[in-house]
């Protein structure tokens, strides 16, 4: 399976832009990258995927370097309540059953953003 | 109302004690996943998923259970309880392909004492 890296925490002040950045050096031409949060007590959400182009959404920004090594989500402007663990994940394709196709989401330890005032 | 919901929300229950964790969703989706995520840790999946009466292990299916007979829940059953099951587990669904989103519900924080 595909694996991320990322760095364990970073701070972000207040109403800025906060880049978290993603490795994933070893994901295959159809695996797509995920980033979810989690906020405290509460289970995973999702804000962003994307397969080689940058997308963009009312949440966030996904980059995706051209060799899909990496990846940056951007939060263009931070606020206290997107203090959370960040998740970047690669979506794994492998058989199950009979057969059949399915694909899951295998979470790595995330980046604690924290948002200062 | 339409969602994913599980339950118990809390329980604490017994050493050697079989216990079941319910998920239930309104959406249809294929693919249902259950994780367990321990304190300092992310989330890790024990078994998946990919429709009704299809099923295979995670990263940590050792000591758990699952069956799907119906589309809608998948039950996660810890045959003989022990304490290093104590953990918060998470049940997800998406409607599976490789672009969709995929949909968790708010837990379930089980003790074992």
């Known amino acids: 399976d595909a694996k991320t890296t990322q760095p364990t925490s970073m701070d972000c002040a207040e109403g800025r832009a906060a880049n978290l950045p993603c490795n994933h050096s070893?994901?295959?031409?159809?695996?797509?990258v995920y980033w979810y949060r989690q906020i405290h007590s509460q289970g995973p959400q999702y804000i962003i995927h994307?397969?080689?182009n940058n997308e963009t959404n009312e949440m966030a920004s996904l980059i995706i370097t051209e060799d899909r090594k990496s990846s940056t989500l951007i939060l263009p402007h931070a606020t206290l309540r997107d203090t959370a663990v960040y998740y970047c994940?690669?979506?794994?394709?492998?058989?199950?059953?009979?057969?059949?196709?399915?694909?899951?989401?295998?979470f790595g330890t995330g980046t604690l953003l924290a948002v200062q005032p | 109302d339409a969602g994913i919901t599980q339950s118990p929300r809390y329980k604490i229950t017994e050493t050697g004690r079989q216990v079941t964790l319910m998920c239930h969703q309104t959406w249809s989706h294929s693919y249902m996943f259950w994780y367990r995520q321990d304190l300092g840790h992310g989330l890790r999946l024990i078994y998946y998923s990919a429709a009704a009466d299809i099923t295979d292990k995670g990263e940590v299916p050792d000591g758990y259970v699952v069956s799907r007979s119906k589309t809608e829940n998948f039950p996660l059953t810890l045959e003989s309880a022990t304490r290093s099951q104590t953990s918060v587990y998470f049940c997800?669904?998406?409607?599976?392909?490789?672009?969709?989103?995929?949909?968790f519900g708010q837990g379930t924080r089980l003790t074992v004492v």
């Open positions: 994940i690669v979506r794994v394709l492998s058989v199950v059953g009979r057969g059949g196709a399915t694909n899951k989401l295998i």
């Open positions: 994307g397969l080689k």
């Open positions: 070893t994901i295959s031409g159809n695996e797509y």
């Open positions: 997800a669904s998406t409607n599976g392909g490789f672009a969709t989103e995929a949909f």
